[in-house]
C-alpha cells in the first residue's frame, strides 16, 4: 500500500504528537514524583527539625534558670525552670506527633529520660540552695549537670544527624 504526500504528511505528524505526548507524560510523572520528595521533605522533615532546635534552646534556657538560681537564690528562678520543663514536655509532644522515623521516637524517649534526671538534678540543687549551700549547689550543678547537659547536646545532635541523613536521602530520590 502506498501513501500519497498527503498520508505521509499527516502520518508525520501523527507521529510527532504522541512522541511529544509521551515524553511530556514520562515529564509530568517525573515532576510529581520530585514535588512528592520535596514535600516530604518540607511537611515532615522542616517541622521535626524546628522542634529539636526549639528543644535545644529550652534545654539551654533551662539551664540558665537553674544556674541563675544558683547566683541570686530567688524562688522565682525555679519557677521559671518548671515553666520552662512543661515548655520541653509540650515540645516533645510535639515532635512525637510529628516523627514518623523510629529513630526520631528513640530520640525523644532518650531526652525525655535525660530530661527527667536533669529535673531530679534541679530539685537537689534547690534543696542545697534553699539550705544556704550555695557553693555546693554549685559544685553539683557543674559536675552533674554538665554530664547531662552533655547528653542532651549529644542525643539532639545524633538526632539532627539522622534528620540530616534522611533528608539527603529524600533529596537524592527527588534527583534521580
Do not use: C
Not at 509521551?22 to 515529564?27: A, E
Amino acid at each position: 500500500m502506498k501513501l500519497r504526500i498527503r498520508g505521509k504528511i499527516i502520518l508525520s505528524y501523527v507521529i510527532v504528537i504522541l512522541v511529544t505526548l509521551i515524553v511530556s507524560i514520562m515529564g509530568i510523572r517525573a515532576d510529581r514524583k520530585m514535588t512528592d520528595d520535596y514535600m516530604n521533605l518540607i511537611e515532615r522533615s522542616l517541622p521535626v527539625e524546628a522542634a529539636i532546635y526549639r528543644l535545644r534552646s529550652q534545654f539551654i534556657e533551662k539551664g540558665l534558670a537553674l544556674r541563675s538560681y544558683i547566683l541570686t537564690g530567688a524562688p522565682a528562678e525555679i519557677g521559671k525552670f518548671r515553666s520552662i520543663d512543661e515548655g520541653i514536655y509540650q515540645t516533645m509532644n510535639q515532635a512525637r506527633a510529628l516523627s514518623q522515623a523510629a529513630e526520631s521516637l528513640d530520640s525523644l524517649e532518650l531526652l525525655a529520660d535525660i530530661n527527667e534526671r536533669y529535673n531530679l538534678l534541679s530539685e537537689d540543687v534547690a534543696d542545697l540552695g534553699e539550705s544556704g549551700l550555695i557553693e555546693e549547689a554549685a559544685s553539683f550543678i557543674a559536675d552533674r549537670g554538665a554530664s547531662i547537659l552533655g547528653e542532651i547536646d549529644n542525643t539532639i545532635e545524633d538526632w539532627t544527624q539522622f534528620i540530616a541523613y534522611q533528608n539527603d536521602h529524600w533529596i537524592t530520590e527527588a534527583v534521580a
